[in-house]
C-alpha cells in the first residue's frame, strides 16, 4: 500500500437522492407546518390584540405551571393531526423533527413521537387506524380511545385494541422494542409465533424483516403427518362440555417466561389443554394458551390450536381478536393444505373489522386464484396503493397467474408448525 | 376526510425547467430563468415556470403552490448537501425539512430573492454542521454512544466500482477526523464541487477562510490517505 494523494470524486460516481417517495415525505411534513406558519403570521393591525391575548395566556400559564408549560409546545404544533374532521387537515406523515411531539388519535388517546420519529399514516378511519413507524420511538395511548389501532414495521405488525397503551422503538438494526402500560398489544412478526403483551410487559429485536436463515422449517409441513383438522361448525357447536376452572398456576409460569413448565401445569389440569381452552374467560387468555401450544412445537397440537383460534372467533372476536384468529386460521389451513378452509378464512379475516385488514387482505390475495385473486388484488391496490402488498397485488393485478405459493404464508406457518 | 387540506393543497406537475439538481457539480447561483407563462398553460404549470425570484414573492403572500415548486425545485440539492456532508442520511429528512420550515418562514429576510437556492444551501449547511457539532460535544461528554457512522451506500453510487466505493469509503472515513467546519469546506468543494466564492456563500464566512480549511483538510487528507493494491494497478 501507499501514500498518492486524495484521488478526485466524480459526480458520477456519487448517489442521486431523488427518491420520489422522500421527496413527498418531507413535502407533506412542510405542508402540515406552513399551516401553523401561517396562523402564526398576523397583521401588525393585530398586535394590541395579540398583546392582550398574551398577558392573558401569560397569567393563565403562571396559574398553571409545571406541567402544563411543557405540554403546550406539543399539543399547539399539532392540534389536529389525526383528531380530523372534515374542517382541519389531516396529514400523511408525522415527524417530530428535534422537539418531542403530541398528535390527538381521531377516536380519542394520543400519539406521542420522540425527537427525530418519523410516522406515516396508512389509515384512518372512524374504528381503525393504522400507522406505519419508519423510524425513532413513538408512544401511542388509546385508553381513552374508541379505535384499534395497528403498526406497522417491514413486516412485523403490532395491533392494539382500545384502551391499550404502549411505546413502541424501531432500532437501526430494524427490530422492535415494544412495551406495554396499559391493556394488551399482539405482536404479528416475520418468523414468530404470534404473541401478546399485557400491561407491564416488554418484548425486545422482534424482527421486522423475514430472516433467511430462519424462516425455512427444518422439515417441510406435509399434509399426511398432521392430524385430522377440526371442522369450524365441529367446534364451535361444541359448547355442551362441562367447562373446567383454569388453574392459575400455569399462568403465573407463563408470565414468568417459563412456558415449558406452563404448559406442564396446563397439560396437567382437569381436561388439559383443551379443558383451559373451553373454559378461558376471554381472548387474551385463549391468547397465551395459544401461544404456549405453539412453543410445544408439536405437529399433534396444530388440531388443539385451530380447536382454540376457533373458540375466539366464536365467542371474543371483539378488539381485533377475531381477525388475529382469521389470519391464523388462514395460515394453518395454508400448512394443513385444506384450499377449502383457507380461503373460507382468508376471506373472513379480510372482511373482518380489526386493525390487520390490510394484512388479512394481502393474506387473500395470495390464497385466491384466478379472477378471484385480480379481483382481490385490484381492491387491495385500491385501498392501500403504498401498501406492503404492493408488488403482489401489481403482479396479481396484472394478470400474473397466482399460481406461485405466498412464501412468507407459508413461512408463518412452516414455523407454527414446526415449534 | 381531507377537504379543507387538499383544496388548500396545489399539486403540481414537474416543473417545466426543473435543473438538474442531481449533479452534484452544478452552481448554487444558477437560477432557471423561464419564460413568462403562455395564456394556454394551466396555473400549475404557470407557477411552476416561475423564476425563484417570483415564487419567493408569491411565497411571501402565502402562495402554497409557489412554496411547493421552490421545495421541489431544490429539494434534491438539498438533501444531496446533508447526506454528502454529513456523510449518511440518518437525519437527512430533518435536516432538510427544517432547513426548508425555516426559510419559507423567514422568506421576508431574504435580501435578493433570486439567490434563494444559496440561501436555502447555507440553511441546510447550517444545520447540519449544528447536528455534528452536537453531537461531537455530546460524544465528548460521554452521552453520545458512537460517533456517526459513514454510510457509504447513501454517498455512493452502486453503479460505481467497488475500488471507487472503497476510496470514497476511505475519504469519509478519514474526513470524520477533521474539525467539522473543516470537513464541511472540503466536502462542499471536492465532492459537491462548488466554486470557493460558493462554498463561503454557503458557511457564511470569508473566502479566505474558507481557502484556508480546504487547503488544511485537502493536505491532511493526502497524508493519510492510502492507496490500495487495486488503485496501483490501475494507475500502473
Known sequence: MTRRGVPPIEPSDLRDHADEEQIARIWERIEGDLHMVERSRTPARRWPLMVAAAAAVAFSGGVLSGKMIWQLPADKSAPSVLKSSDEQPVYDVLAAGTQERTFPLRGGGKLTLSPGATVEVVRSDDSSLSLRLVHGEASIDTVHGKQMLAVLAGEATLSMPSGSAMRVSRSPDDTLDVSVSDGTVHIIAPSEPLRSLVSGERAVSIPTRTQVSSIAPTTPVRHSQLPPLPQTERTSTDTSRVLVSAAPDWRAQSNAGNASEALRLLRNQPDGVRGAIHSARSAHELMEIYDLVLSSGEPAEKALMIELLLRIWDAFPGGGYGQVAAIKLTDLYKAAGNDAEMRKWAERASTTKGPNTELALCKNIKTAHGEEAVRLAKEYLAKYPEGQCKEEAERVAGGDDNTTDDEQSAADAGSDSAK | ?236
Open chain 2, 1 to 236: 376526510m381531507k377537504a379543507s387540506f387538499q383544496n388548500r393543497r396545489l399539486r403540481l406537475v414537474e416543473p417545466a425547467e426543473a435543473p438538474s439538481a442531481s449533479s452534484g457539480a452544478e452552481s448554487v447561483a444558477a437560477e432557471p430563468r423561464a419564460e413568462a407563462p403562455k395564456p394556454e398553460q394551466s396555473m400549475a404549470g404557470a407557477i411552476s415556470a416561475l423564476p425563484d425570484e417570483q415564487l419567493v414573492a408569491l411565497g411571501l403572500k402565502g402562495n402554497v403552490a409557489a412554496f411547493e415548486t421552490l421545495y421541489r425545485r431544490h429539494v434534491a440539492f438539498a438533501l444531496h448537501l446533508a447526506i454528502r456532508i454529513a456523510g449518511s442520511n440518518r437525519d437527512a429528512e430533518d435536516v432538510v425539512h427544517d432547513a426548508f420550515v425555516k426559510a419559507f418562514e423567514k422568506l421576508s429576510e431574504l435580501s435578493d430573492a433570486a439567490l434563494f437556492r444559496a440561501w436555502l444551501g447555507s440553511i441546510v449547511v447550517h444545520g447540519v454542521r449544528s447536528r455534528m457539532r452536537r453531537a461531537r460535544l455530546m460524544k465528548a461528554l460521554g452521552l453520545g454512544g458512537y460517533a456517526d457512522p459513514v454510510e457509504i451506500d447513501s454517498i455512493a453510487s452502486h453503479a460505481a466500482s467497488p475500488l471507487v466505493r472503497a476510496q470514497i469509503a476511505q475519504v469519509y472515513a478519514l474526513l470524520q477526523t477533521l474539525p467539522t467546519d473543516e470537513r464541511i469546506a472540503w466536502t462542499l468543494r471536492a465532492v459537491e464541487g462548488h466554486e470557493l466564492e460558493t462554498v463561503a456563500q454557503l458557511t457564511r464566512c470569508s473566502l479566505a477562510t474558507v481557502k484556508r480549511r480546504i487547503s488544511r483538510a485537502q493536505q491532511w487528507l493526502d497524508e493519510h490517505f492510502v492507496e490500495t493494491g487495486a488503485d496501483q494497478e490501475l494507475s500502473s
